[in-house]
């Protein structure tokens, strides 16, 4: 536990730097844009509305309407939070003891505080991290005041791993949401922010350990399943991240000796998703292939027109100016032998 002397020291020095800060204008930029979105969907459900009304198809326009009157909603919910943000009011500075309980807090939280005065930095650290598994072993926590005057929320900690574990091929990622010493903090990147603005020192170091045990698999730079490199779909073989090609048609992972590409459209294909023209046995795509009438599927190279039908059909199945697809040629009419009595009377 910190003694009291240094406990006061930091909370004055934490007070000094807060009450010299700028007070931050809000920064509106992403509402702006969510409401230029929202704006832009009521007036594509507006112009629905119309063109279901236009056509009299009555039950489709009052679903419109219900799905326009929504919309409108969602947009005077932006118009209320860009209001909000432009008037909102300067944040309040904690009182010294104010500080001196976050400080306190802390301690009962990482059970050490440590200060490094020449970078003026404070220090927890975590317990060891185990995500799915994957030991990550314990971070150290690092809050920079003077950094704090320049960079909001995030950007004001350093996360340092004791004892890493990186991604296989990936030494600057020793986390899913760090990479070098800097946090991804995802959906915690606003609280953090304002948690940091209004000096909640605490809960700003809470809200940096929430994310460092809670795994996003929306938002990794390596996802947990791939930690200690990832296995070839095809072959098995364990491989490196770097070197991974990922399937465009069933997104399966492949190494560099797994890896193919269709003959047409040159996209990634893993072998079960690549099929053999029917006539020169180069591999396609399902996409890129076409069956003919004789049910065999073909690449472009390798169909023709029937001159006589005009059908499409695979190369060499064309015989004679016909194809399996021309109808029968109506037979030659036969004449009828002639009778006895004709013969004779010829």
Known sequence: MLPLRELLRIARKLDGVWSARPQPFPDSTRTWRDLDAALAEVRRAQDRVRLATRHHLDLTAARLRDDLGGRIDDLARKVEQLRAEQTMAAYPIPALAEWVHDLRQLEAEFGTVAVRWPDEVLRVVTE???????????????????????????????????????????????????????????DATEPLHQAVDEGRLADAFLLVQSVLTTYNPRSPYVPL??????????????????????????????????????????????????????????????????????????????????????????????????????????????????????????
């Open 128 to 186: 060891p991290i185990v995500l799915e598994d994957v030991e990550l072993g314990p971070f150290a926590i690092e809050f920079g005041w003077d950094s704090s005057r320049r960079f909001r929320g995030a950007r004001a900690f350093e996360v340092i791993a004791l004892e890493p574990n990186p991604a296989t091929g990936r030494d600057d990622i020793v986390h899913p949401h760090v990479q070098g010493h800097r946090l991804c903090a995802g």
């Open 225 to 346: 399943s791939e930690w200690d490199g990832f296995h070839c779909s095809n072959c098995g073989r364990r491989g490196d991240t770097r070197d991974r090609y990922r399937c465009e048609g069933c997104d399966s992972s492949l190494c560099d000796e797994s890896n193919d590409s269709c003959s047409r459209c040159s996209d990634t294909r893993c072998p079960d998703c690549l099929t053999a023209c029917d006539v020169c046995d180069d591999r396609f795509c399902r996409s890129c292939l076409v069956a003919t009438p004789s049910d065999r599927l073909v690449c472009t190279e390798c169909r023709t027109d029937c001159p006589s039908c005009g059908t499409r059909v695979a190369s060499g199945e064309v015989h004679d100016g016909r194809c399996g697809s021309c109808p029968e040629p109506e037979p030659d009419q036969e004449l009828e032998p002639q009778t006895l009595e004709e013969t004779h009377a010829g």
